[in-house]
């Protein structure tokens, strides 16, 4: 039994000014707005301009959800960071982003679990809430997936867009009615050749060979990770679910990764939840990894869609291949 119960305390989001749509993608690749629609669900998304990286974007999600959750900078604990897109190779982003916030002397570090980012990130903050070990904990998803994207690839190019999603895990009081019920986080890195970025670590460092193939860009194969997405974030649900004792009727809100529109429909046909239930919010920033959940999340908590008390359901599956899967009272 753990020592204490973890809650989300507040959720903060941002995502970049600049805006960029299907008609405008229809000009720098072979595609067209119906094409994009049809089988993604995407209409718009965020990009960064050339001088903005991870920390710049995920500094202000941070911010944001410091301030909505009335907690003291100075009590913040521990900075977990999930992102495949950070700053550099090294120092984190998390200790970018800790020097930003004029945060000293605590543990800051990054997660690289693809789009799962996130999800393990939190995973890991409610365990060091729960143990004792921190009171609150800030948590970020953030990625710059459009700055390793191949342009010369029409199945990818439109798919993902830039953003970044925060929130901080705090010990819950015993009056409190938010608590983070349960988590299951997976791998199966016999599979990470479907969704890899081949260059730029040390099994092939970067060249000008390495650089004129585009290998420091996002490879995947679609389909197979189409199929694996599906298949892998319902069983983690299923199985959160059913280890507490609850139905799919039972969860309020289901929020999954925004990979693609078709996904999350298959995903909530094998629930047998309704859309209704579903927050979807991929129309507007497409896929932004890590940070799809927290950015969906906050909106949805921000419009007063998603309320105090309501169950949440929050799963994810990404590059590793990593999936899990929150469960929560928010």
Same mark, same amino acid.
């Given at each position: 039994?753990?020592?204490?119960?973890?809650?989300?305390?507040?959720?903060?989001?941002?995502?970049?000014?600049?805006?960029?749509?299907?008609?405008?993608?229809?000009? !720098?690749?072979?595609?067209?707005?119906?094409?994009?629609?049809?089988?993604?669900?995407?209409?718009?998304?965020?990009?960064?301009?050339?001088?903005?990286?991870? @920390?710049?974007?995920?500094?202000?999600?941070?911010?944001?959800?410091?301030?909505? @959750?009335?907690?003291?900078?100075?009590?913040?604990?521990?900075?977990?960071?999930?992102?495949?897109?950070?700053?550099?190779?090294?120092?984190?982003?998390?200790?970018? !982003?800790?020097?930003?916030?004029?945060?000293?002397?605590?543990?800051?570090?990054?997660?690289?679990?693809?789009?799962?980012?996130?999800?393990?990130?939190?995973?890991?903050?409610?365990?060091?809430?729960?143990? *004792?070990?921190?009171? #609150?904990?800030?948590?970020?998803?953030?990625?710059?997936?459009?700055?390793?994207?191949?342009?010369?690839?029409?199945?990818?190019?439109?798919?993902?867009? =830039?953003?970044? *999603?925060?929130?901080?895990?705090?010990?819950?009081?015993?009056? =409190?009615?938010? %608590?983070?019920?349960?988590?299951?986080?997976?791998?199966?890195?016999?599979?990470?050749?479907?969704?890899?970025?081949?260059?730029?670590?040390?099994?092939?460092?970067?060249?000008?060979?390495?650089?004129?193939?585009?290998?420091?860009?996002?490879?995947?194969? *679609?389909?197979?990770?189409?199929?694996?997405?599906? %298949?892998?974030?319902?069983? @983690?649900?299923?199985?959160?679910?059913?280890?507490?004792?609850?139905?799919?009727?039972?969860?309020?809100?289901? !929020?999954?990764?925004?990979? #693609?529109?078709?996904?999350?429909?298959?995903?909530?046909?094998?629930? %047998?939840?309704?859309?209704?239930?579903?927050?979807? #919010?991929?129309?507007?920033?497409?896929?932004?990894?890590?940070?799809? !959940?927290?950015?969906?999340?906050?909106?949805?908590?921000? @419009?007063?869609?998603?309320?105090?008390? =309501?169950?949440?359901?929050?799963?994810?599956?990404?590059?590793?291949?990593?999936?899990?899967?929150?469960?929560?009272?928010?």
């Amino acid at each position: 039994m753990p020592l204490h119960n973890a809650k989300f305390s507040a959720f903060g989001s941002h995502a970049p000014a600049k805006i960029v749509n299907n008609y405008d993608l229809e000009k !720098i690749v072979e595609t067209s707005d119906e094409w994009i629609r049809t089988r993604t669900g995407m209409f718009e998304r965020h990009y960064c301009t050339p001088e903005e990286a991870a @920390s710049d974007i995920a500094t202000i999600a941070a911010t944001n959800a410091i301030e909505a @959750s009335r907690v003291k900078y100075k009590d913040i604990d521990l900075i977990i960071t999930g992102t495949v897109t950070g700053d550099h190779p090294f120092p984190s982003t998390a200790c970018i !982003i800790q020097k930003k916030l004029g945060l000293k002397s605590i543990p800051a570090f990054d997660i690289s679990a693809g789009c799962t980012g996130f999800v393990y990130a939190l995973d890991m903050a409610k365990n060091y809430v729960e143990n *004792g070990t921190a009171q #609150n904990v800030l948590v970020v998803g953030v990625d710059i997936l459009t700055k390793i994207t191949n342009w010369t690839d029409r199945n990818t190019c439109v798919l993902f867009g =830039d953003g970044a *999603g925060a929130t901080v895990v705090s010990r819950a009081k015993r009056s =409190d009615v938010s %608590r983070i019920i349960d988590s299951l986080i997976y791998a199966d890195g016999s599979q990470s050749e479907l969704l890899f970025q081949a260059a730029g670590g040390s099994r092939m460092p970067a060249s000008h060979e390495t650089v004129d193939q585009n290998l420091h860009t996002v490879y995947m194969e *679609g389909n197979r990770i189409f199929k694996n997405a599906i %298949r892998s974030m319902f069983a @983690s649900t299923d199985e959160l679910l059913k280890r507490n004792k609850l139905e799919a009727a039972d969860v309020d809100w289901v !929020i999954p990764h925004q990979a #693609n529109l078709r996904i999350i429909e298959g995903l909530a046909d094998k629930l %047998r939840v309704p859309m209704s239930k579903v927050i979807v #919010n991929i129309e507007k920033f497409g896929n932004t990894s890590s940070a799809t !959940i927290p950015l969906a999340l906050d909106e949805a908590i921000r @419009s007063k869609k998603v309320r105090r008390g =309501d169950i949440i359901l929050l799963t994810s599956f990404g590059a590793g291949l990593t999936w899990g899967s929150i469960l929560a009272r928010y």
